[in-house]
């Protein structure tokens, strides 16, 4: 069930210190349906950080997740089913084959069927080829393409995505954008991290900007990708 | 939410199914085993030192080191590529990832045991299928127990730079009394002592599983939380 303001995905006053120092000092972020943001910022601005506690993989110091209206705590595992992840590595085994990673990952979610929706998804990832393969005996772009599929695996409905087209080609690239494109137009949502805007600007509805922890930028996509890069050089500073 | 005990079993299987392709660990530790039985029994002055009185401590002394070269390998393997946080962010409750990782070691040491023991028949020439049952059940208890902490402990201590070093030293102290517990029963059921006479110690080593399983489980999603 939604909350009463629609939203997907809210982050209220998130902090994440890591020690003495707060990779996250107070990031306010509302997700409603159909909007895909894209997150810029420099190195070390809190970007991965700020995924991972929207994922629930990182428990903020302070402040809180909402998925759908409701709190993201370690013990609420179902809020997470809602939540597709492509995190920096890839989280494949590298001792099981393509398919034995997308079956259990389908077990995982207890979807019906685990080894079809897994053949299933190698196919639209274009990797049915390969699914009898290791994942170390895969370029580093196949792998990412296993991973992006992997993450949509269980259809989620909000997507967090870190620098998702790092190591895609031209096709693929296409084809995670138009996979985006058509979540978001389901009434999905997705947090894309990239230092390239040009890849993601197509699909982005908005622009967040994180500088040393805190939202810098926080603003409707407007114009280009090449006069927002030009106005905001944080966006590619990386 | 998904099943926890599916996701605990499909969990279990896919390690299972992993170590069977890779047999990093299980090859390590059965190696590890044979050479630690081939060590004691060369090393003995059989003059000065009879088998009998050897071979109980020989044995879980292959058993237990055999064990924390398989618990270390657990939570390496999902720390390799990020692995850890598919488990995380999966909608099951932490205790199942740990339930898995319990049923995929148990099933790792208990394999490297049963080779272990043939062995350690032939070396030490102690005929235990007279005894075959309890000695398979003190096993059983004592690996139990020295595997659920290790399981929990190798989640903590794969955060830490010197993971295959930290393990032992966590481990070993909690690995004190299940091995003890063995000790004592096998060197009875060696002696073909009464089985009542190692009662307590079986009812002892229960206990310890009882308590331990149960406080692993509670505290098992506090350590795999960031």
Same mark, same amino acid.
């Given at each position: 069930?939604?909350?009463?303001?629609?939203?997907?995905?809210?982050?209220?006053?998130?902090?994440?210190?890591?020690?003495?120092?707060?990779?996250?000092?107070?990031?306010?972020?509302?997700?409603?349906?159909?909007?895909?943001?894209?997150?810029?910022?420099?190195?070390?601005?809190?970007?991965?950080?700020?995924?991972?506690?929207?994922?629930?993989?990182?428990?903020?110091?302070?402040?809180?997740?909402?998925?759908?209206?409701?709190?993201?705590?370690?013990?609420?595992?179902?809020?997470?089913?809602?939540?597709?992840?492509?995190?920096?590595?890839?989280?494949?085994?590298?001792?099981?084959?393509?398919?034995?990673?997308?079956?259990?990952?389908?077990?995982?979610?207890?979807?019906?069927?685990?080894?079809?929706?897994?053949?299933?998804?190698?196919?639209?990832?274009?990797? $049915?080829?390969?699914?009898?393969?290791?994942?170390?005996?895969?370029?580093?772009?196949?792998?990412?393409?296993?991973?992006?599929?992997?993450?949509?695996?269980?259809?989620?409905?909000?997507?967090?995505?870190?620098?998702?087209?790092?190591?895609?080609?031209?096709?693929?690239?296409?084809?995670?954008?138009?996979?985006?494109?058509?979540?978001?137009?389901?009434?999905?949502?997705?947090?894309?991290?990239?230092?390239?805007?040009?890849?993601?600007?197509?699909?982005?509805?908005?622009?967040?900007?994180?500088?040393?922890?805190?939202?810098?930028?926080?603003?409707?996509?407007?114009?280009?990708?090449?006069?927002?890069?030009? $106005?905001?050089?944080?966006?590619?500073?990386? | 939410?998904?099943?926890?005990?599916?996701?605990?079993?499909?969990?279990?299987?896919?390690?299972?199914? +992993?170590?069977?392709?890779?047999?990093?660990?299980?090859?390590?530790?059965?190696?590890? +085993?044979?050479? =630690?039985? =081939?060590?004691?029994?060369?090393?003995?002055?059989?003059?000065?030192?009879?088998?009998?009185?050897?071979?109980?401590?020989?044995?879980?002394?292959?058993?237990?080191?055999?064990?924390?070269?398989?618990?270390?390998?657990?939570? +390496?393997?999902?720390?390799?590529?990020?692995?850890?946080?598919?488990?995380?962010?999966?909608?099951?409750?932490?205790?199942?990832?740990?339930?898995?990782?319990?049923?995929?070691?148990?099933?790792?040491?208990?394999?490297?045991?049963?080779?272990?023991?043939?062995?350690? %028949?032939?070396?030490?020439?102690?005929?235990?299928?007279?005894?075959?049952?309890?000695?398979?059940?003190?096993?059983?208890?004592?690996?139990?127990?020295? %595997?659920?902490?290790?399981?929990?402990?190798?989640?903590?201590?794969?955060?830490?730079?010197?993971?295959?070093?930290?393990?032992?030293?966590?481990?070993?102290?909690?690995?004190?009394?299940?091995?003890?517990?063995?000790?004592? %029963?096998?060197?009875?059921?060696?002696?073909?002592?009464?089985?009542?006479?190692?009662?307590?110690?079986?009812?002892?080593?229960?206990?310890?599983?009882?308590?331990?399983?149960?406080?692993?489980?509670?505290?098992?999603?506090?350590?795999?939380?960031?």
């Amino acid at each position: 069930m939604r909350p009463s303001d629609g939203s997907l995905l809210t982050a209220t006053d998130i902090e994440r210190a890591f020690g003495a120092r707060r990779a996250l000092a107070g990031v306010s972020l509302v997700m409603q349906p159909g909007e895909a943001i894209l997150l810029a910022g420099p190195n070390g601005a809190g970007k991965t950080t700020l995924l991972r506690c929207l994922a629930g993989l990182a428990r903020p110091t302070r402040g809180t997740v909402n998925v759908n209206g409701r709190a993201l705590r370690v013990g609420d595992a179902a809020s997470r089913r809602h939540i597709g992840m492509v995190a920096h590595q890839t989280w494949l085994h590298d001792d099981l084959t393509l398919l034995e990673n997308f079956s259990f990952a389908a077990r995982l979610y207890d979807l019906p069927e685990p080894k079809r929706v897994a053949t299933a998804a190698l196919e639209r990832a274009g990797l $049915e080829a390969r699914a009898g393969d290791l994942p170390p005996s895969l370029s580093r772009g196949m792998q990412q393409r296993a991973a992006i599929a992997r993450a949509l695996l269980h259809r989620p409905d909000i997507l967090l995505l870190d620098e998702p087209f790092s190591g895609l080609d031209a096709a693929a690239c296409a084809r995670l954008r138009a996979t985006i494109a058509d979540i978001i137009a389901g009434g999905g949502g997705a947090i894309i991290v990239s230092h390239r805007p040009e890849e993601v600007w197509e699909v982005a509805t908005r622009v967040v900007v994180l500088r040393a922890g805190r939202v810098a930028l926080d603003t409707p996509k407007l114009g280009s990708a090449a006069t927002v890069m030009g $106005e905001l050089p944080e966006l590619t500073i990386g | 939410m998904v099943n926890p005990l599916r996701a605990t079993l499909a969990l279990a299987a896919r390690d299972i199914r +992993a170590e069977l392709r890779s047999r990093t660990a299980l090859t390590s530790a059965l190696v590890f +085993a044979a050479l =630690v039985l =081939v060590v004691f029994n060369f090393a003995r002055d059989p003059t000065r030192l009879g088998a009998a009185d050897l071979a109980p401590s020989a044995l879980w002394i292959t058993f237990a080191f055999g064990a924390m070269t398989t618990l270390n390998r657990g939570f +390496a393997i999902e720390k390799e590529h990020g692995a850890l946080d598919l488990l995380r962010l999966a909608p099951m409750p932490r205790e199942a990832i740990y339930g898995g990782k319990l049923l995929a070691n148990l099933a790792f040491v208990f394999v490297v045991e049963a080779v272990a023991l043939p062995l350690f %028949v032939l070396f030490f020439n102690r005929p235990v299928w007279h005894i075959l049952a309890p000695v398979l059940l003190v096993t059983a208890l004592a690996t139990i127990g020295f %595997v659920a902490v290790g399981t929990l402990l190798s989640a903590m201590a794969v955060r830490t730079r010197f993971a295959e070093l930290m393990l032992p030293l966590l481990l070993l102290p909690f690995m004190l009394p299940p091995v003890i517990g063995g000790v004592q %029963v096998t060197a009875r059921l060696f002696a073909d002592r009464p089985l009542s006479e190692v009662s307590g110690w079986l009812r002892l080593l229960a206990v310890y599983d009882v308590v331990f399983v149960t406080v692993s489980v509670l505290i098992f999603p506090a350590v795999a939380d960031e």
